[in-house]
């Protein structure tokens, strides 16, 4: 028969790998519900460049763009190693809420 503190310990360390669990499939479930609502409820714009560098030890290249809808400036930023600094790319932006936009080229790939 299996000791009170060793079913104990067995449960505590299950919980942490489950509470793990739980939380990378909120992520996953969370970035998918944006995406799902960018393409059906979403705006199309026109955003520029106006940094591009590389991030992380892979060397990922990320641009950050902005955006100006109804004279308000909004930024994100987009992985792509075809990305040039000044150059422009179509966004998708919710229109209650612009600060939710992302590249139009990941929503479609999404």
Known sequence: METKTSFVNRIKSNFVL???ICFIIFL??????????LQKKGKQ?????YKV?????KGTI?????????????EGFYDNDNLKE???IDIIYLPDN??????KKF????
């Open 45 to 49: 714009a026109k955003a520029y460049l």
């Open 62 to 74: 990320r641009g950050f763009y902005r955006f100006e809808i109804n004279d308000n400036l909004y």
């Open 18 to 20: 489950i509470l793990f």
């Open 107 to 110: 929503v479609e790939d999404y």
């Open 28 to 37: 996953v479930l969370r970035n998918n519900n944006n995406n799902n609502e």
């Open 98 to 103: 612009p600060e939710r936009n992302q590249a």
């Open 53 to 57: 560098k590389g991030v992380g030890s």
């Open 86 to 88: 000044h150059d422009s």
